[in-house]
């Protein structure tokens, strides 16, 4: 039959203003989360990363909230510019004996975020 | 430090077919994963490789197959190609195992291969 496309959730902003970008991830035992960011004709690239023992970290312009009690992750944006405009997408995964995840993460279905100058 | 390399960039294939994709991890990396990307089902994992080994699988048909060289590239194949496989092909790349913390399981990607099934 005929595939649905994903109905990503979109995110327009102006210029200079904050961006936040939400995402819910499924599973309690994930333990290591990263924000990637998908430009179009490029593959995702690494932005930020926490782990399930903390709840912030702070990068260049990007600051990453985990809220483990409702599962919930956020990537904060400061003073967007049209060059962040791209998919954003969530991945968690669990790492397993011998401190690996062996490759796998697994991905949100990402947002658009549109930047106007 | 070079990132991930992946070729071709695109490829055209008829139903059927097979198809071999490469990818060249950064160098010292020595796990490489493979993801593929869809409109309708967004990023899934397909599998992935550390010396040579296949160490992970995903949920997709024994069509779908990998292996990893002693230099750590890696190439996937699809065989008879059918029209859901169109997509775009990702690899990442990771130190791996042995290596503990946040670095380990940072996975760098490629730009992926687009593959039209016709």
């Known amino acids: 039959g005929e595939s649905v496309g994903l109905h990503l959730p979109t995110l327009s902003v102006q210029e200079g203003d904050n961006s936040i970008i939400n995402c819910a991830y499924s599973n309690s035992a994930s333990d290591y989360f990263i924000w990637y960011k998908q430009e179009s004709g490029k593959g995702p690239q690494f932005i930020i990363d926490?782990?399930?023992?903390?709840d912030k970290r702070q990068g260049q312009r990007v600051t990453v909230l985990l809220n483990k009690t409702v599962k919930h992750l956020s990537l904060q944006i400061a003073a967007t510019q049209p060059g962040d405009s791209a998919v954003y997408f969530c991945a968690e995964n669990i790492r397993h004996a011998g401190g690996t995840s062996y490759g796998k993460l697994t991905f949100g279905q990402g947002t658009i975020l549109t930047v106007h100058p | 430090k070079a990132g991930v390399t992946q070729t071709p960039r695109y490829l055209i294939k008829t139903r059927g077919q097979q198809v071999t994709l490469s990818c060249s991890p950064i160098s010292g990396h020595r796990s490489v994963s493979w993801y593929q990307q869809t409109p309708g089902q967004g990023l899934q994992f397909l599998f992935e490789y550390f010396s040579e080994t296949q160490r992970n699988k995903g949920n997709f048909p024994g069509r779908f197959s990998g292996r990893q060289f002693s230099n750590s590239r890696s190439e996937m194949n699809v065989s008879t190609l059918e029209l859901g496989d169109s997509a775009l092909y990702l690899c990442?790349?990771?130190?791996?195992?042995?290596?503990?913390?946040?670095?380990?399981?940072?996975?760098?990607f490629g730009s992926g291969t687009q593959l039209s099934v016709l």
């Open positions: 990442a790349s990771s130190l791996g195992a042995g290596a503990k913390g946040p670095t380990n399981e940072k996975l760098f």
């Open positions: 926490i782990r399930s023992n903390m």
